[in-house]
């Protein structure tokens, strides 16, 4: 279990994680990553759809990606709000799988928010949207 600060927990939260985060996609998860101005742990949520199994498969996948995130929580800057989304892929792999797609996809996105304040592909996508 991950100690309540340490946890999203609201649905605002994970909006706001999900819509203005960077996303970053592997086989087995997708990552969404987002540095807010809030001091603090940083926090970690999980998203894992039906569509991944029944209810005993999606808690046994939670499981799995909450023990290999717990460590990875330490090295974030504070403030860092993460969400996985387990994809239906995640149901066959090893904790070890998890744990390689979860170091990279959080590595590949602080690159990201390194970059920028905002990905800059996805502001260029959104102003050429709009017109």
């Known amino acids: 279990m991950l100690p309540t600060e340490s946890r999203l927990h609201t649905a605002a939260e994970f909006s706001a994680v999900m819509r203005s985060g960077v996303r970053v996609g592997s086989r087995h998860v997708a990552v969404h990553l987002q540095r ?4 603090g742990v940083p926090r ?4 894992v759809s039906s569509k991944v199994g029944n209810s ?4 046994g996948v939670t499981r799995k990606l909450r023990h290999q995130i717990r460590p990875l929580l330490l090295d974030l800057a504070p403030g860092t ?5 387990a994809l239906p892929a995640s149901i066959s792999a090893t ?16 690159s990201k928010v390194a970059g920028s304040p905002r990905s ?4 260029r ?3 050429d949207k709009r017109g």
Do not use: N, P, Q, Y
């Open 36 to 39: 807010s101005g809030r001091d």
């Open 44 to 47: 970690a949520g999980f998203v």
């Open 56 to 59: 005993v498969v999606r808690h």
């Open 81 to 85: 709000d993460v969400v996985v989304r």
């Open 95 to 110: 904790s070890a799988e998890l744990r390689s797609d979860l170091v990279s996809s959080i590595s590949r996105a602080l």
């Open 120 to 123: 800059t592909h996805a502001a």
């Open 125 to 127: 996508a959104r102003k």
